[in-house]
């Protein structure tokens, strides 16, 4: 059966400097890769995805993440967290199992401080 | 364009009774989700329609839960016999198709007292 861990449930970062939250994922199969975004008040947002080809993907806010096949992790990072950026992310992954289903991770809860 | 729309936004009930929750889709989006979030808590998948199928209905977690999707569009959740442990948010979203992004609505925050 597909799982998602994230390790982390919350992250404290200063702003301005660097952010990586981890993600663990278990699927037999070449796996469809997410990470959503929750801000406060706000709906999930997908950051990027990872379907196929390189590994090393860019999303939006300048997230980027690293698809490890032998690790079977997708971690997201950025260079440089802003405050805006303290939310909740989710890492998530799709498969097919006779229809389309996706599993979320539990979540890591960032936050930014001054 | 519009989003995802859910409706109620928030609904509170009295355990025993059934509650209906609405999800509308972007329009021209072929799958449908229906996902929980429990306080704290990440995720739940609880069914997916691919037109108006639902080829997977693996997540909903007892027989008081049923959902349907009509003329490819609107989906409703239905919930009979409410339970305190139902509270929470249900949330829906769409896509074009599988597995592409998913497009997220605001959610229905549910209380059963």
Redesign the interface.
Known sequence: AQSVTQPDIHITVSEGASLELRCNYSYGATP?L?W?VQSPGQ????LL?Y?SGDTLVQGIKGFEAEFKRSQSSFNLRKPSVHWSDAAEY?C?V?A????????????TRLFVKA | GAGVSQSPSNKVTEKGKDVELRCDPISGHTALYWYRQSLGQGLEFLIYFQGNSAPDKSGLPSDRFSAERTGGSVSTLTIQRTQQEDSAVYLCASSLETPYEQYFGPGTRLTVT
């Open positions: 469809y997410f959503y709906g999930l947002q997908l995805k379907f989710f998530a799709g097919r199992t006779g229809g389309f289903k996706t599993i979320f991770g539990a979540g």
